[in-house]
């Protein structure tokens, strides 16, 4: 574990290098998570990659053990975090998967670096943020009732009822309740604004698209309409998952991540 001063943040992030011995300069896949979220979200998916590849997660701003940061919060600064990040491991090129606001700095990242990456993944990500629906809420209950209430509107919106254990569904709300407020407004603000089709051709690396097909959030219609736009893109829908894909099934996801990855 370590923590960097990246110019705009100062973020905890995690080196999980389980590798086999004889793997010599192992590929490495940096993981970058929603809002609400942090790295341990990602933790179901190391089983299916660690003997291959060496793992990068982190926590954003204002969630996990990073401070805060809702004055320097865009989708531009948290793309420049990665950069930053990719250089204190000592990684040029990368794999890089995002989910939710983190697919869409994923995307960013793909266009302002392309020459970092040897791969993209999306999960339950959109480029057109105006398309986000059911978030309009989010300042009312932060403001008016607290993270923990809008903790469990979210949970709503993430899980399918019985998709989770009870503990795992109760630790779930727990971090999103302890993720700083003034942090996930100003993620939101910065996300709505974001539209990034018109430079979506610029991607040509191959991508991988993951989608649950009841994300109340982002429509299956919008990851279509981003699958369209980038050329080298496969785009694979999850039945019965909502927004929170990437840890209600991430056997599935981590699965489909590495048959993707070998087939490069």
């Not at 018109?198 to 981003?226: E, K, N, R, Y």
């Not at 998952?241 to 048959?259: D, T």
Request: with cysteine; charged share 15%.
């Amino acid at each position: 574990m370590a923590d960097l001063n990246t110019g705009t943040h100062n973020i905890h992030y995690e080196v999980i290098d389980l590798t086999a011995p004889w793997i010599e300069a192992p590929e490495t896949i940096f993981f970058h998570h929603g809002v609400g979220a942090n790295w341990r979200c990602w933790l179901g998916w190391a089983a299916a990659l660690t003997d291959r590849y060496r793992l990068v997660a982190f926590d954003m701003p204002g969630h996990g053990q990073s401070q805060p940061g809702d004055a320097e919060i865009t989708i531009a600064a948290l793309s420049k975090n990665l950069v930053s990040l990719a250089d204190a491991v000592d990684c040029a090129k990368f794999h890089l998967v995002g989910e939710s606001i983190g697919g869409t700095v994923a995307l960013q990242f793909a266009i302002d670096h392309p020459d970092r990456l040897l791969s993209l993944t999306v999960s339950n990500g959109a480029h057109i943020g105006g398309s986000i629906e059911n978030v309009n809420t989010w300042d009312a209950v932060i403001n008016g009732e607290g993270m923990n209430a809008w903790s469990d509107q979210m949970m709503a919106g993430r899980f399918l009822d019985g998709v989770l254990e009870t503990p795992v569904w109760s630790w779930y709300q727990g971090q999103q309740a302890s993720a700083d407020g003034g942090t996930v407004l100003a993620l939101l603000r910065t996300l709505v604004d974001a539209d990034l089709s018109d430079q979506l051709a610029g991607i040509t690396m191959p991508t991988l698209l993951l989608h649950p097909d009841h994300s109340p959030f982002v429509p299956v219609p919008i990851m279509a309409d981003l699958h369209a736009r980038i050329a080298n893109a496969h785009l694979k829908v999850f039945p019965d998952a909502k927004h929170g894909l990437p840890f209600s099934h991430a056997g599935e996801c981590s699965a489909a991540l590495r048959k993707f990855l070998d087939g490069i």
